[in-house]
């Protein structure tokens, strides 16, 4: 999706501190708890539990970590029980959110994501309001100082890819839903590693927004995703190279 590969670099810039990488590991480490929850704790038999350690292991999370989340997820260690649920709002000038959450008390969290939308110029919008501007695909991340874009494309259209892009420093191979997991595992059989992967919501279109107001997008999307219960926020809006910068190093 547009912004990617500048986002998830200006996440981990942020994950230096130990606060936002104590904040990233235990949203990871609930992906991992539902993941076994849902499906059982062999990653081999659990393609949703196979993605969520290898981003887990791509974020650099102690396999101590991993494998209490998945014997939490299980029920063999005490811990709270997460709920899926989703969010949609508008940010500043109309730019559309849509937010994954992972919660134990959903009151909580619907008030603290309008606390933060309303406080950053947006508002919490009702469920369907802005879905429909997305369509739900695989992401799959690549490194692409790592590999040859041709040797990429090949393997990925061969796996049964939808298609492969470049986005800066990244290659993104998108899939249907359903071969998210079988492109994943073909790739890794061709040698290729995956830095990260992601059911994703990609926006149909896009809207240009400039100025203070992307600079006010940007600060607001941070928030949310400071926001503990968030695990991943989905948008329709593209800035400048300025307001990149001016997040970075906020």
């Not at 912004?3 to 998830?8: E, L």
């Not at 090949?154 to 986005?167: F, N, Y």
């Not at 420093?169 to 492109?183: I, N």
């Amino acid at each position: 999706m547009a912004g990617h590969s500048k986002w998830a670099q200006i996440k981990r810039q942020k994950a230096v501190n130990d606060k936002a990488r104590g904040r990233l590991f235990s949203k990871l480490a609930r992906e991992i708890s539902v993941a076994a929850r849902e499906a059982g704790k062999e990653p081999d038999f659990n393609p949703r539990l196979r993605t969520a350690i290898a981003n887990a292991k791509a974020e650099n999370m102690p396999n101590d970590n991993i494998e209490r989340a998945i014997l939490r997820g299980i029920g063999a260690l005490p811990g709270v029980s997460y709920q899926s649920l989703t969010y949609e709002g508008y940010g500043p000038g109309g730019a559309a959110l849509f937010m994954e959450c992972l919660t134990d008390n959903a009151k909580r969290t619907v008030a603290e994501i309008r606390h933060i939308l309303e406080k950053g110029g947006g508002n919490l919008g009702r469920d369907g309001s802005v879905a429909w501007m997305f369509e739900r695909k695989g992401q799959v991340y690549i490194d692409a100082a790592r590999y040859d874009e041709d040797a990429v494309l090949d393997a990925a259209l061969d796996a049964g890819a939808q298609d492969v892009e470049r986005d800066d420093e990244l290659f993104v191979v998108s899939t249907a839903p359903e071969d998210f997991h079988t492109v994943q595992d073909a790739l890794r059989e061709r040698g290729v590693e995956i830095q990260e992967a992601e059911l994703a919501m990609i926006p149909s279109s896009t809207m240009q927004v400039a100025g203070r107001d992307a600079e006010k997008l940007l600060q607001l999307v941070s928030r949310l995703q400071d926001q503990d219960d968030v695990q991943r926020i989905f948008f329709n809006f593209e800035v400048d190279e300025q307001a990149w910068e001016a997040l970075s190093t906020s």
